[in-house]
């Protein structure tokens, strides 16, 4: 199938294109499990103009947009501290799931990092189908708790992490 999409480093033009996706795809990901006022509550705080523009300059991060015929469908966002690497911002429009841009994403940043740096990620313990994306990938669950820089503690959540590849190579 023809590719029409690109995944390019999100540009602080891009922040009301990346709201836009987040908004949608928060609501189809969670309204279900932490209701639909909660949900706005956490879109309000968290991805404000100002947060996008700070994550998107951040030094020894990577922003990551995937954009297709003018609009965003998809962001990542990975903050590289030494060997010690935070993913967040994973979401793909909830009509593009399931195509394969999510691992063309993972592929992207994983290609980005050295075999030595562990990735550490925050996932909601529902959230299925993306703790099966994150295992096909080395993250394993290490158990209740956030990555966030700012945590809710009334929402449950679960660490996941990926250890340095040869790490995992000597546990095969
Ligand atoms: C979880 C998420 C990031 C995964 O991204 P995605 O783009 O949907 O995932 P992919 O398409 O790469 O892979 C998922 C499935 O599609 C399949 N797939 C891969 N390439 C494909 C293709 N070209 N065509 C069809 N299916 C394909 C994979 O085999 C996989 O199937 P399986 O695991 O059921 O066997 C995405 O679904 C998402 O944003 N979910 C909602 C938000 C969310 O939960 N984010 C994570 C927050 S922690």
């Known amino acids: 199938m023809a590719k029409n999409h690109t995944i390019r480093h999100a540009q602080k033009e891009d922040v009301p294109r990346i709201q836009t996706l987040l908004q949608v795809t928060w609501h189809s990901s969670y309204d279900k499990t932490l209701g639909h006022k909660k ?78 740096t562990c990735i550490s990620l925050t996932v909601e313990p529902q959230n299925i189908s993306a703790i099966e994306f994150y295992k096909r990938f080395g993250f394993t669950i290490q158990g209740p708790g956030s990555c966030s820089e700012d945590p809710h503690d009334e929402i449950p959540t679960l660490i996941m992490r990926r250890p340095p590849e040869e790490t995992a190579k000597n546990k095969t």
């Open 39 to 116: 949900v706005s509550e956490l879109i309000n705080e968290w991805h404000t103009k100002e947060r996008l523009e700070e994550d998107i300059l951040k030094e020894n991060c990577q922003f990551l947009v995937c954009a297709e015929e003018g609009d965003i469908i998809a962001t990542s966002f990975l903050n590289k501290q030494e060997k010690d690497a935070i993913l967040g911002r994973m979401y793909i429009h909830p009509g593009k799931q399931n195509k394969g841009i999510g691992s063309e994403l993972m592929e992207k940043i994983l290609s980005s990092i050295s075999k030595e």
